[in-house]
């Protein structure tokens, strides 16, 4: 069993860019949540898709947005990117509500 | 709303040292909690969780915590600590409601172990 995997591992991108991160759930999960954690700071829940859908979404702007495609795969997308942006953003998985297992991150970093 | 507290943001002790990280939560309803530890530059591993029952539990690597309702706490404790624990250590409380299960997490403690 692979785990949750992420792509890319880092990332370099330019202001007002445009990034998208991907994620492939552990094998039997179907909720993919994402989350953003800041230089020295917690995680920060995005938003959490299920059955293809957005269930719930914290407190982030429509800047960033996502999906869900039918095996369960997921895309983070982040459009006009800021220098703020610039964080680990994390990707778990689960069954339902269930434990999350988290991915190993991709690393942005705006200039 | 719902919020998690980790008071140290540092902690260093001595190889073999005994080792208690602190959390206190603030939440509705019975809550769901866990600990994860994050290496540099990696994701978490959740170390344990207290969903309900017990209120002490046991996680890998030799951690437990215990659950103490009247305090709001969920403190981490390991009686012997090796140097391979050096790491970022979150605590977090899972938000159940309308059907998802989104953590919420605090600012972390990062151990340093001396030898």
């Known amino acids: 069993d692979a785990g949750v995997t992420q792509s890319p591992t880092h990332l370099i991108k330019t202001r007002g860019q445009q990034v998208t991160l991907r994620c492939s759930p552990k094998?039997?999960?179907?909720?993919v949540s994402w989350y953003q954690q800041a230089l020295g700071q917690g995680p920060q829940f995005i938003f959490q898709y299920y059955e293809e859908e957005e269930r719930q979404r914290g407190n982030f702007p429509d800047r960033f947005s996502g999906h869900q495609f039918p095996n369960y795969s997921s895309e983070l997308n982040v459009n006009a990117l800021l220098l703020g942006d610039s964080a680990l953003y994390l990707c778990?998985?689960?069954?339902?509500?269930?434990?999350?297992?988290f991915g190993q991150g991709t690393r942005l970093t705006v200039v | 709303a719902q919020s998690v507290t980790q008071p140290d943001i540092h902690i260093t002790v001595s190889e073999g040292a005994s080792l208690e990280l602190r959390c206190n939560y603030s939440y509705g309803a019975t809550p769901y909690l866990f600990w994860y530890v994050q290496s540099p530059g990696q994701g978490l591993q959740l170390l344990l969780k207290?969903?309900?029952?017990?209120?002490l539990v046991q996680g890998i690597k030799g951690f437990e915590a215990e659950f103490k309702r009247s305090q709001s706490s969920f403190n981490l404790r390991k009686p012997s600590v090796h140097w391979s624990d050096a790491a970022e250590y979150f605590c977090a409380v899972g938000d159940y409601g309308g059907a998802t299960n989104k953590l919420i997490f605090g600012t972390g403690t990062l151990l340093a172990v001396q030898p």
């Open positions: 207290y969903f309900s029952g017990d209120t």
């Open positions: 094998s039997g999960h179907d909720t």
């Open positions: 778990a998985s689960s069954l339902a509500a269930e434990e999350a297992f």
